[in-house]
């Protein structure tokens, strides 16, 4: 049994245990009103009317006041004892502290999408959390469910609403997994094992996540190993992993502080830092891109920065009709990587 009501402190929240102490009170109360009864009291009497005056008061107490003795004990919850912890739509009760449970989320992210998860799971299960399943997709996750009921990890196979919650969009694909963030190499240690052939991609302030996940997509389809750019775990975004349909697994972020440092890294490495313009350079169709190229891109809008094309070591353009001002960042991405592809994939 449970009640509420507001005082000086905000709303009070008063919940009723029942003692067993209290037991002979009741029963003297009942004796008592039997013996009323028996004398004709109003209480006994059923043609009995309680006139205005006589009608019993209920006390009026402070919020504050100590309650007489009662069968039911009142233990309050006043509304100054600090708010329950957002979980952001995870269930489960949880003792870790929630500073420390804050510092655990800032390092863990939401992967959803079928393929996706189903990449995530044949490239690394051990970064996995906690699972999420609607009952439909759960027949095509056989193995991820074995292992993940053998490894103690917890999973949950849930409605399509509490879906939506978890993961925080309708566009889950049946599934989400709550996993470890990676963390992005520095340019050195990418280039310890770098490869003769190696084409990477430098972002310069891109950061729509479904523009990411279809760079990435790309990426992985023709067969580029490192993504350059200030903050690795923009390609650990749900969106962007989702979008990317199981390319997220096959790239490396190559996490940087200096963007025009970190070009001349490659440089003296000997790669051919090459910028694209929209209205001028060498013609994709004319242009000869070499075994290691690092490809720089920037956001839609405003292209590279001055500092970025001053690095440039060529500068190249895609051939089009003219109808239109550019193409949508991932497009061009998916163009270029196609024909380096075709030019250094037999090296």
């Known amino acids: 049994m449970s009640d509420s009501f507001s005082g000086k402190n905000g709303k009070v929240k008063v919940m009723y245990v029942r003692s067993d102490d209290n ?3 009741k029963s003297n109360k009942r004796s008592d009103k039997n013996r009323a009864g028996n004398k004709g009291d109003s209480r006994g009497d059923k043609n009995a009317r309680w006139g205005d005056n006589d009608r019993p008061r209920r006390p009026v107490r402070s919020v504050n006041e100590k309650p007489p003795r009662s069968p039911w004990q009142a233990r309050l919850q006043d509304a100054s004892e600090p708010e329950p912890f957002d979980h952001g739509g995870i269930s489960g009760k949880s003792q870790i502290d929630p500073a420390q449970l804050r510092r655990q989320r800032e390092q863990e992210t939401k992967v959803y999408g079928e393929n996706a998860c189903q990449a995530l799971f044949q490239s690394r299960p051990e970064a996995i959390v906690r699972a999420y399943f609607i009952q439909s997709v759960t027949p095509r996750f056989k193995e991820a469910l074995r292992w993940m009921a053998a490894n103690r990890k917890a999973y949950h196979v849930v409605e399509e609403e509490e879906l ?3 993961s925080g969009t309708e566009h889950h694909g049946g599934v989400c997994f709550l996993i470890k963030k990676r963390t992005g190499l520095t340019v050195a240690d990418y280039l310890a094992k770098a490869s003769k052939t190696d084409c990477v991609l430098a972002l310069e302030n891109v950061g729509n996540p479904h523009n990411l996940g279809g760079m ?11 993504v350059l750019l200030r903050d690795p775990g923009m390609l650990e975004s749900g969106a962007a992993i989702r979008t990317a349909e199981g390319g997220a697994e096959h790239l490396t972020a190559i996490g940087i502080d200096d963007f025009p440092e970190a070009l001349d890294a490659f440089r003296r490495a000997g790669y051919t830092i090459i910028t694209t313009s929209s209205h001028k350079g060498t013609s994709l169709s004319q242009a000869v891109l070499p075994a290691k190229t690092v490809l720089v891109l ?10 970025a094309m001053k690095q440039s070591d060529m500068s190249i353009s895609i051939d089009g ?16 990587l ?10």
């Open 298 to 307: 920037g956001e839609e809008r405003d292209g590279l920065s001055d500092v």
């Open 164 to 166: 939506i919650k978890v």
């Open 338 to 347: 196609a024909e380096w592809w075709r030019q250094n994939s037999a090296k």
């Open 23 to 25: 037991k002979d009170e």
């Open 216 to 226: 990435m997509r790309s990426c992985a389809h023709f067969g580029v190993k490192g």
């Open 321 to 336: 009709t003219g109808n239109v001002e550019s193409l949508n960042v991932s497009v061009a991405t998916g163009i270029l």
